[in-house]
């Protein structure tokens, strides 16, 4: 499972190198592609190569050191950029571990009652199946329903709900599989020391499940950013990369350059995202080694 | 693998088998098993099979696959049940004994928790029976040191060498000074040479501990060197068919030069005659013995 060789050093320098990649591919073919774009029949498969519909790297970059509008003294727009990263990665942080949880106690239920796996499974499955575009309103709706003392719902909450339900899906998929991981020769060990469920689940089937668990966790939080985004526009959250983006989408005509930056902020907030996730499995290591056969 | 540690044999109080009033070790009173299949068509697995086993006393099962000797370890350590017949392990039912930690138990593969030290996983019994974290360190000091691994207490099962990985097991059967030992051929997946230095070891250990074991293995000399009798049994259905006792003298004197011993062969060659000789009815089913 580890993944190891390259040190650190290396590693970073590869992922730069990926970036400088990109963006010398993206200038290269809008300095050499055809101006109309590259069409199929009527169907565009690369863009046009204008300045309005692709901007160059340099000037996407610019513009991030320029005020949020053109004409005006507020802040620089990659300050106003980073606050509704983290804005929207605090979102999507709180619906990554409502997720987790929900999908982890999804699991455990169905690991220890064969007759809930098969009866919860299919409607797991199911679940993902729903355009969120039709229970982002849905939640919202229920949402404002809930008044229960000073507890009041808010926006962002049915946000990171909606976060949720993208996140727990990997998670109880990926738990259940590593819970039942373990070998039969572990699981009557434990047997003959006649220990029970919740010994069997503490000290075999969880670090057991870690391997499985890690790559469910990071897919977990990829849905949970995506959700969170997706829901900030279809709920009307402010003040999150979602809208953001919605937002500036608009002023793309009179600034090309501007829609891109928000988008930065999407890409940063996924990054750091599966850094988290990634620092998870570090502290885990050592439930990732594998046994050598004898 | 690391050096053999140079034991030298010490004999132990806990000392050798003696008819006394103890209860035995094992007692197998009319046992059998059948598995029913799905298809109606039933297995029968074990056949009125009885068999008792002294405390301190070394017995190994052998015979060809499907001959139901996994499944007669299995029974006792009550990882399954009998369909007719009882089993007692120390005057106890297979299940309280179990229950009570009354035997230490060993596989074919040595399954350790790859999460886990060396150490760790030694304690993992004692850990899981809430006992005291100086008691476990000190208990897993004198397991390391019995199987000669003290140099290798914090490294993880996939540093070790498949003989350490099962020299660990075979520590970890015995965290709890259980009275029994219950092994399903624990050096089934070692070359022969690790196989034979095991078995040296075991000898020794079994010594030092005064536990009874019950071997299951398909390796006659490994049956041969190792006990005090040797269960022979015949496949379809499972039946004792001979229980040949081999009298190589107290473990302590067992080494190497043994191997070579005019009286190792004598019983070898007994034991293969009962495994392969006079099959009266059926032909002897031999096949490859793959568990």
């Not at chain 1, 053109?70 to 802040?75: K, L, T, Y």
């Not at chain 2, 009570?100 to 029976?129: C, K, M, S």
């Amino acid at each position: 499972m580890t993944r190891t060789g390259s040190p650190l050093a290396r590693r970073v320098l590869l992922g730069v190198l990926g970036v400088v990649v990109l963006a010398a591919v993206w200038e290269l073919y809008k300095a050499l592609g055809p101006a109309t774009g590259v069409m199929i029949g009527d169907l565009t498969v690369l863009p046009r190569t204008s300045d309005l519909a692709m901007p160059h790297v340099w000037d996407m970059v610019a513009r991030l050191f320029r005020p949020v509008r053109s004409a005006g003294d507020d802040e620089l727009m990659w300050q106003a950029v980073l606050k509704a990263s983290f804005f929207s990665l605090g979102v999507a942080a709180v619906g990554w571990l409502v997720g987790v949880v929900v999908g982890m106690l999804l699991a455990i239920v169905m690991q220890r009652f064969r007759t809930a796996e098969s009866a919860l499974l299919p409607w797991i499955v199911l679940s993902q199946t729903v355009p969120l575009i039709a229970i982002a309103p849905l939640v919202k709706r229920w949402g404002s329903q809930i008044e229960v003392g000073d507890f009041s719902w808010e926006n962002w909450m049915s946000v990171a709900l909606i976060a949720s339900y993208l996140a727990f899906f990997p998670v109880s998929i990926g738990a259940l599989r590593g819970l039942e991981s373990p070998d039969v020769n572990h699981v009557e060990l434990m047997r003959t020391y006649s220990v029970g469920w919740w010994a069997t689940l503490i000290r075999l089937r969880l670090p057991a499940s870690v391997p499985y668990l890690l790559p469910a966790l990071r897919l977990a939080a990829a849905n949970a950013v995506i959700g969170t985004v997706v829901a900030e526009v279809s709920i009307g959250l402010r003040g999150g990369i979602g809208r953001m983006i919605v937002e500036y989408a608009a002023a793309a005509g009179g600034d090309p350059a501007k829609p891109w930056a928000p988008i930065f902020g999407a890409v940063v907030v996924g990054l750091l995202a599966a850094g988290v996730v990634a620092l998870i499995g570090l502290a885990l290591t050592r439930y990732r080694r594998g046994e050598t056969p004898a | 693998m690391s050096t053999e540690p140079t034991e030298s044999g010490q004999p132990v109080a806990q000392g050798q088998p003696v008819a006394s009033a103890r209860p035995p070790a094992v007692s197998v009173a009319g046992v059998s098993k059948v598995f029913a299949s799905r298809k109606g068509t039933d297995v029968t697995a074990l056949e009125a099979v009885d068999l008792t086993i002294a405390p301190g006393e070394f017995v190994s099962l052998i015979g060809p696959s499907g001959c139901g000797k996994s499944t007669l370890l299995r029974l006792i350590a009550d990882l399954d049940t009998p369909t007719s017949g009882s089993i007692e392990v120390f005057g106890k039912t297979a299940r309280e004994a179990r229950i009570d930690q009354a035997y230490g138990i060993a596989f074919q593969q040595a399954g350790l928790l790859p999460w886990r030290t060396v150490r760790a996983n030694i304690e993992l019994p004692l850990e899981l029976h809430k006992v005291g974290k100086a008691a476990r360190a000190a208990r897993s000091s004198e397991l390391l040191a019995l199987v000669g691994l003290s140099d290798f207490a914090d490294k993880y099962p996939d540093q070790l060498s498949g003989g350490m990985q099962q020299r660990v097991a075979i520590a970890r059967s015995l965290a709890e000074s259980p009275g029994l030992l219950l092994m399903d051929e624990p050096f089934g997946a070692l070359d022969e040479m690790t196989r034979e230095r095991m078995q040296t070891e075991l000898v020794r250990i079994c010594a030092e501990t005064g536990a009874a074991v019950v071997f299951v293995t398909h390796s006659i000399p490994e049956a041969v060197f190792l006990s005090n009798r040797v269960v022979v049994m015949s496949p379809r259905p499972g039946r004792i068919r001979d229980i040949i006792a081999v009298d190589l003298g107290r473990a302590e004197g067992r080494d190497e030069g043994l191997r070579e011993a005019d009286s190792f062969f004598e019983a070898v060659v007994s034991v293969r005659e009962s495994l392969h000789g006079e099959a009266a009815g059926a032909p002897a089913a031999r096949g490859v013995d793959i568990r």
